[in-house]
């Protein structure tokens, strides 16, 4: 079985609210979902100790240079990140140093400038909703301006099927 998630995060990768309004977030996002009709299997806020990537699961499928706008491809980030976490592969990788220089032009980026065809992000917290059902797909402007005011900090979404 597979499953699909709406994780939202903070625009500022190294951001972490509090506990309370990480729990105020997530009770407001598992609100969204109460609808007729609507459902979410689990909603739940998750702190990372170090910067981790939040990615989208099957969804990723290329890298682009915000620079250039050269196919970068998924093996030379996922070779990088394996790199970057000494060679291990488990879970979800971390990141302490977000500056890279990309292959195809050498320009000097940070992995959150690079674009990929379904976004992804880099976080030290999220709030992950798994398995919803809605009528619509994202989470609206205004939903996630509400989250970001319950945390105290801008927010993005990411979608994930793993």
């Known amino acids: 079985m597979s499953d699909l998630y709406i994780r939202v995060i903070p625009t500022d990768p190294q951001w972490q609210p509090t506990a309370e309004a990480a729990a105020r977030a997530a009770e407001y996002i598992a609100g969204v979902f109460a609808g007729p009709g609507d459902h979410v299997e689990v ?4 702190f990372h100790e170090r910067i981790t990537l939040i990615d ?9 240079c915000a620079r250039c706008d050269a196919a970068i491809g998924l093996d030379w980030f996922w070779d990088l ?6 060679g291990r592969r488990v879970g979800e990788p971390t990141i302490d140093d977000l500056g890279v220089t990309v292959p195809c032009c050498g320009a000097e980026l940070t992995l959150p400038e690079l674009r990929f065809e379904a976004p992804v ?4 917290f999220e709030v992950s909703a798994r398995n919803w059902t809605r009528h619509v797909w994202d ?12 945390l105290g900090h801008p927010v993005t979404q990411v979608h994930a099927h793993y």
């Open 81 to 86: 990140l394996i790199a970057r976490n000494e």
């Open 121 to 124: 992000g880099f976080a030290r």
């Open 43 to 46: 909603v739940e806020p998750v």
């Open 139 to 150: 989470l609206s402007d205004q939903e996630l301006a509400a989250v970001g005011d319950l």
């Open 56 to 64: 989208g699961g099957e969804y990723m499928e290329d890298l682009f």
